[in-house]
């Protein structure tokens, strides 16, 4: 995510690194490659044109505080710039004072609607609330049936009256259903098109105005870029949109959607889908989504994702260990198991501060390559597992055997995971960076 538009832009502030002052003059080339980055990522030219102008005029005449670079300043002003262009601060979804809340979908056909249901379905679930899937699009074929198998997966009740019944039917009957088992929460599913027309905008007018939804999300596929932000305003002139849900962020490198929707359409982005799976919906932070951009991390969803899928416990008892370099490859194959709960190792270590500038642009873990260092480790017997040091030779031919792998391999996680042990001892001890990482590993599959 943005990892093509961040590196345009640290190569944008490199230029004004050893000015003692921030000019008009000395930023015009800097400012010059920040408008050419924007512009790739495929934002707005408009967007565009008024951000620079902002960034232009806030950061002008501005000298260089204390220590900090001229450089290091202009990346705050960037920052600071775009968070406000996208939107300041998190928008939460509308509640209904009174129960069932109405949450309608729209948007194009293939842009991931239907799973985005489920996704937003999984959230609310897990913020105590009883959601209901109501299946309304009755043209494509199977979508009532794909929304009823995910449904089903979530753990959640779904409703739906049929393929041959009318769409705004379903919808204004999917209130007393609601309310019948008990649901505080209906998601409406309305068809989507493959562009818009006007037989589409007339039946989602008419189920806006039969049952009167709290919330209208526009769902748009992120990769789309500019065709999304395009879609989502001509929604927005026949609809009240009360926001955006953009589906496979996790995939677009550029973001420019994401930055342009809020300026041109005027509605909030309220949640960002980042994988395929059901969990896989984040509300959407634009502080949170500015430090990813400027290489800055995210470590606020790093720790809310902790929280939410670590065992707190062995995560105590796992530091501990690290502290004093006590740790086995039994406790590192169990830690590695907690953190693969969380998602993508490589987008966990991008959202570690200086993580993204340190692996590069393009490094990525190879994941499958994880599926061999487990496979090593479940080869190696208890007591290898506890004392990596007994394993010799002889034993390490036999762990290679049994895990499809080579002795090569083998030594390289042993010689790895002795390096992670000093490396974390000293991490916990409170070691400067530059040490820390000249003992540093290679992550497996990074190289």
Same mark, same amino acid.
């Given at each position: ?177 609601? &309310?019948?088992? $008990? +649901? ?5 599913? =309305?068809?989507?098109? /493959?562009?818009?027309? #006007? *037989? ?62 809020? &300026?041109?359409? $005027? +509605? ?5 889908? =980042?994988?395929?799976? /059901?969990?896989?919906? #984040? *509300? ?164």
């Amino acid at each position: 995510m943005f990892e093509s538009l961040s590196q345009k832009l640290e190569n944008a502030f490199k230029n004004l690194r050893g000015q003692g002052k921030l000019t008009e003059k000395n930023m015009k080339e800097g400012l010059q490659l920040i408008r050419m980055a924007l512009l790739e990522a495929d934002v707005n030219y408009k967007v565009v044109k008024q951000f620079i102008a902002d960034v232009t005029e806030a950061a002008d005449g501005q000298r260089v505080i204390d220590s900090i670079r001229p450089d290091q300043q202009i990346v705050k002003i960037v920052h600071d710039e775009l968070v406000k262009i996208m939107g300041g601060s998190n928008a939460p979804l509308i509640t209904a004072e009174k129960a069932p809340t109405i949450i309608m979908l729209v948007g194009l056909q293939g842009q991931g609607k239907t799973t985005t249901a489920g996704k937003l379905a999984v959230h609310l679930k897990k913020k105590g609330r009883k959601p209901l899937l109501v299946g309304a699009d009755v043209y494509r074929p199977a979508a009532i049936r794909q929304l009823e198998v995910i449904a089903g997966q979530a753990g959640v009740e779904s409703f739906s009256l049929g393929e041959h019944a009318n769409p705004v039917d379903i919808c204004v009957m999917s209130r007393g259903e609601a &309310q019948m088992r $008990g +649901c505080d929460t209906i998601i409406l599913d =309305t068809a989507g098109r /493959l562009h818009v027309d #006007d *037989a589409m905008m007339a039946e989602v007018r008419q189920i806006q105005k039969a049952v009167t939804p709290h919330e209208i999300l526009f769902v748009a596929n992120a990769m789309t870029g500019q065709d999304a932000v395009n879609s989502a305003k001509q929604f927005h002139d026949n609809l009240p949109l009360t926001g955006v849900i953009l589906t496979q962020m996790d995939g677009d490198a550029r973001g420019g959607a994401a930055i342009s929707l809020i &300026q041109i359409t $005027g +509605c909030p982005i309220k949640f960002v889908g =980042t994988g395929e799976k /059901l969990e896989a919906l #984040d *509300a959407f932070h634009p502080q949170r989504m500015a430090d990813q951009i400027l290489g800055m991390g995210d470590i606020v969803s790093l720790v809310e994702q902790a929280q939410e899928h670590l065992d707190q416990d062995k995560a105590i008892k796992f530091a501990e260990k690290a502290r004093k370099a006590e740790f086995n490859l039994e406790d590192f194959l169990e830690q590695m198991q907690q953190v693969k709960k969380m998602g993508s190792i490589t987008d966990l270590i991008k959202k570690i501060p200086g993580m993204s500038q340190m692996m590069g642009p393009g490094a990525d873990i190879n994941e499958d390559e994880l599926k061999y260092v487990e496979a090593m480790i479940y080869s190696m017997t208890l007591q290898e597992r506890r004392k990596p040091k007994i394993i010799n030779g002889t034993r390490r031919r036999r762990i290679a055997d049994g895990s499809g792998t080579s002795v090569p391999d083998v030594n390289r996680l042993l010689k790895d995971f002795e390096k992670s042990k000093k490396m974390m001892k000293f991490l916990l001890k409170g070691g400067k960076s530059k040490k820390m990482l000249r003992g540093m590993p290679s992550f497996p599959g990074a190289r």
